[in-house]
């Protein structure tokens, strides 16, 4: 996911149960198994590692 960036860093937080917004890192995070960002004020791109199930042969 690439954005325009913004002046403090990405990072998942707790949103209120009313909250429009402050989700998407969590649920990143939640689903992941280790996320990342990189980028500046001009635009941030966060970087995800989803892990498998491994089959069996």
Do not use: I, K
Not at 22 to 49: I, Q
């Amino acid at each position: 996911m690439t954005d325009q960036g913004g002046p403090t860093e990405p990072v998942a937080t707790d949103a209120d149960d009313l909250a429009e917004s402050g989700r998407g890192l969590r649920t990143v995070a939640a689903l992941t198994g280790s996320w990342g960002w990189h980028g500046n004020e001009h635009g941030r791109t966060v970087t995800a590692v989803f892990a498998t199930a491994a089959r069996s042969a």
